[in-house]
T-cell receptor, first 116, second 111 residues
Framework: GAVVSQHPSWVICKSGTSVKIECRSL??????MFWYRQFPKQSLMLMAT?????????EQGVEKDKFLINHASLTLSTLTVTSAHPEDSSFYIC????????????FGEGSRLTVL | DAKTTQPPSMDCAEGRAANLPCNHS???????VYWYRQIHSQGPQYIIH???NNETNEMASLIITEDRKSSTLILPHATLRDTAVYYC????????????FGKGTKLSVKP
């Protein structure tokens, strides 16, 4: 099946620094990618929808200036957590929908961010 | 808010069938039922989806009641590797990208 890859799979950073997480569709083109956040023992929460070549659409309560999303190509979307703080520590997961809508959403492996 | 209700947890003996229920009494006519699962510290994995007919694939079977207000995911022969959180999601067909995840059912398969 289709593969979505995230990098890095885990990252530790100091408070106040910025962290970039990449999401790539390896064997298909993704016009739309989605970013989720998951805190421990909680469900996934949709943060934003990323469309290739246009601005991302953020869910209510998600700060667009803090979580910068770029979807510059059909195979790559990036999430940058700017000026990270300990409360931003979470599991960040991306997903992608292919050009041919098969009714299935492909998820990355997730990236665990720990802010000290 | 999620539009589905699932039991928080279930146990299943290895080799037995695991039947995971989901209530979606407010489902609309154009909404599909999707099932995903998430193994600990991994991204969710698609299992199956359906509209009104029962569906089967290599992973599982999906049984949807005639009134579409509930469904059951069946793993015919559960293995230890099937231990995961299973999410039942209803969403309009063609727009399943922005999935709204509920709390899911934590399935524990025991030897």
């Amino acid at each position: 099946g289709a593969v979505v890859s995230q990098h890095p799979s885990w990252v530790i950073c100091k408070s106040g620094t910025s962290v970039k997480i990449e999401c790539r569709s390896l064997d298909f083109q993704a016009t739309t990618m989605f970013w989720y956040r998951q805190f421990p023992k909680q469900s996934l929460m949709l943060m934003a929808t990323s469309n290739e070549g246009s601005k991302a659409t953020y869910e209510q309560g998600v700060e667009k200036d803090k979580f910068l999303i770029n979807h510059a190509s059909l195979t790559l979307s990036t999430l940058t957590v700017t000026s990270a703080h300990p409360e931003d520590s979470s599991f960040y997961i991306c997903s992608a929908m292919g050009l041919a809508n098969t009714g299935e959403l492909f998820f990355g492996e997730g990236s665990r961010l720990t802010v000290l | 808010d999620a539009k589905t209700t699932q039991p928080p947890s279930m146990d299943c003996a290895e080799g037995r069938a695991a039947n995971l229920p989901c209530n979606h009494s407010t489902i609309s006519g154009n909404e599909y039922v999707y099932w995903y699962r998430q193994i600990h510290s991994q991204g969710p994995q698609y299992i199956i989806h359906g509209l009104k007919n029962n569906e089967t694939n290599e992973m599982a079977s999906l049984i949807i009641t005639e009134d579409r207000k509930s469904s059951t995911l069946i793993l015919p022969h559960a293995t230890l590797r099937d231990t995961a959180v299973y999410y039942c999601i209803v969403t309009p067909g063609g727009s399943q990208g922005n999935l709204i995840f509920g709390k899911g059912t934590k399935l524990s398969v025991k030897p």
